[in-house]
């Protein structure tokens, strides 16, 4: 009896897992069909496609995003005159492991890239919330590639993440999901706020900078690099510009990236203090689409 009872729940497992999955699919499948481009969405998956060659990829949070966001992407690829991809993840969704992950399933997929601007936000290496974020793949549709991928890749957090990935598959939010056709992020400060600064270094930080983290975050950097170099693309790394300068972790960051640069070969750049004209901002760290068109043309466009 006990036999015949476990034989049937996991007959009845499967089946339900069976359901799930192809319910997963098909309202992963009618949000593609709507069709969208990278400007378009905050997805990574809904713009990879396979076999593509691409001039340049964005990487990194979203500071990495930003270049994409409102309509910059095409702006962008017309001051470089580059194909560009971008898989950098904002919304505090993602940290370094899982754009290591995002990578790696870019290049499994058969894509290829030159150059890959790994945009190094100095909090991205310090934050001890980013390794954790359960919502990474709510944007996502859901594939067995992606999925099957994931379950065999090494994460912190995983289950949680892949729980909600699942779980966000059935919610309104996902199925009525639309491109967004917004052009050009207007939003501009007249000046800088040194108290909301302060706050928002107090949100990101705490009370200290978590060193352990960083070590952390400082190994997963070199599997990207190694990822990006095992398939023929070269690395350069930026930290990009803030109205306020510098990070609290900027001078570690700095350190650790110039330490690559002679180990690993890659470039480095630090746009920290580059663009200190506040109309060129939405907020203290994020450019407006003015800002994002001033930042490439003077200082992207020369190192291509």
């Not at 600064?197 to 990101?204: A, D, P, S, T």
């Not at 990822?227 to 693309?233: D, F, G, L, P, V």
């Not at 689409?289 to 291509?304: N, Q």
Request: aromatic share 12%; proline share 3%.
């Amino acid at each position: 009896m006990i036999k015949k009872f476990v034989i049937r729940t996991l007959i009845v497992g499967v089946i339900f897992f069976g359901i799930l999955i192809v319910v997963l699919l098909a309202t992963s499948q009618y949000v593609e069909r709507k069709g969208f481009r990278n400007s378009q969405t905050e997805s990574n998956t809904l713009v990879i496609e396979s076999n593509r060659e691409y001039d340049l990829m964005f990487m990194g949070i979203s500071h990495a995003r930003n270049f994409s966001r409102h309509g910059n992407h095409e702006v962008v690829e017309s001051i470089l005159n580059k194909k560009i991809i971008n898989i950098g993840q904002g919304g505090g969704a993602c940290g370094i492991n899982e754009q290591l992950f995002y990578l790696d399933y870019f290049y499994s997929k058969g894509n290829k890239v030159d150059t890959v601007f790994f945009i190094l936000t100095p909090p991205m290496l310090t934050s001890e919330k980013l390794p954790f974020s359960s919502n990474t793949f709510d944007s996502e549709l859901f594939d067995l590639k992606f999925f099957c991928q994931y379950l065999s890749f090494d994460s912190e957090n995983k289950y949680e993440r892949i729980v909600q990935y699942m779980q966000s598959k059935l919610k309104s939010k996902w199925v009525n999901s639309e491109p967004n056709h917004t052009i050009g992020k207007k939003d501009s400060l007249v000046e800088v706020d040194m108290e909301a600064v302060r706050k928002g270094m107090q949100l990101v930080h705490g009370r200290n900078i978590n060193v352990e983290r960083f070590t952390k975050s400082c190994i997963g950097v070199e599997k990207i690099i190694k990822t990006a170099k095992k398939h023929n693309s070269f690395i350069v790394m930026i930290i990009p510009p803030a109205l306020f300068g510098k990070w609290p972790e900027h001078n570690l960051v700095v350190n650790f990236a110039q330490k690559l640069k002679k180990k690993q070969g890659v470039d480095f750049y630090d746009f920290s203090e580059s663009v200190l004209i506040p109309k060129y901002y939405y907020d203290h760290h994020h450019m407006n689409t003015k800002g994002v068109e001033y930042f490439t043309a003077v200082f992207l466009k020369p190192l291509l």
